[in-house]
């Protein structure tokens, strides 16, 4: 699997968008990003994925840039809730989820 | 209610001790898979299975052992060679052919004394 790079933590006010980079680099064609959450002590939550496209959900946007070497995932307008850890994996299709440290966003009032 | 189920939340044992940690889902998932999370760190693979009777090592294998008799249950023991047990273990299934989530349990952490 491709390696990500992500900040070790960020900070966010409430309301405002959270902005979280990941860096992939050596990622092949065939690989997917893909973005996780994990609250504490929790399961991670499966937030978004894509391949080349912008994608967006009820929950997120994804950015992938025009190379695929770097992608951002957006939280249109952040509350305490989405405090967690959130993960960037690249993988190819059906293969296994590789997580990293991943970075811890905290939302502040 | 559909879903991956992962008890108990919290488990002790001694140390020597082996302890299997089980997992559930009636997702209908032809996968499954083990984790281990120690403190601050990311998900490492212990073992995963792709279909019912075939299992493959992961990451960080050695100490675990898994069954997968049935389709709905991917049971882990932890045995007394796993130098270092005492970890958050996370259990996900996927469904086959797709290209999206992983589901999680909730997760059981071990604490061996």
């Known amino acids: 699997d491709a390696k990500t790079t992500q900040p070790t933590s960020m900070d966010c006010a409430e309301g405002r968008a959270a902005n979280l980079p990941c860096n992939h680099s050596?990622?092949?064609?065939?690989?997917?990003v893909y973005w996780y959450r994990q609250i504490h002590s929790q399961g991670p939550q499966y937030i978004i994925h894509g391949l080349k496209n912008n994608e967006t959900n009820e929950m997120a946007s994804l950015i992938i840039t025009e190379d695929r070497k770097s992608s951002t995932l957006i939280l249109p307008h952040a509350t305490l809730r989405d405090t967690a850890v959130y993960y960037c994996?690249?993988?190819?299709?059906?293969?296994?989820?590789?997580f990293g440290a991943g970075t811890r966003l905290t939302v502040k009032p | 209610d559909g879903g991956i189920t992962q008890s108990p939340k919290y488990l002790f044992r001694k140390e020597g001790q082996n302890v299997t940690l089980s997992c559930e889902q009636n997702l209908n998932h032809d996968a499954m898979y083990w984790y281990r999370q120690d403190p601050g760190q990311g998900l490492r693979l212990i073992y995963y299975s792709q279909i019912v009777n075939d299992f493959q090592k992961g990451d960080i294998a050695e100490g675990y052992s898994v069954s997968r008799e049935k389709k709905e249950s991917f049971p882990l023991t932890v045995t007394s060679a796993q130098k270092n047990p005492t970890a958050f273990y996370l259990c996900a299934s996927r469904p086959q052919g797709r290209a999206d989530t992983q589901y999680f349990g909730p997760g059981t952490r071990l604490t061996v004394l």
């Open positions: 050596t990622i092949s064609g065939n690989e997917y």
């Open positions: 994996i690249v993988r190819p299709d059906n293969n296994d989820m590789r």
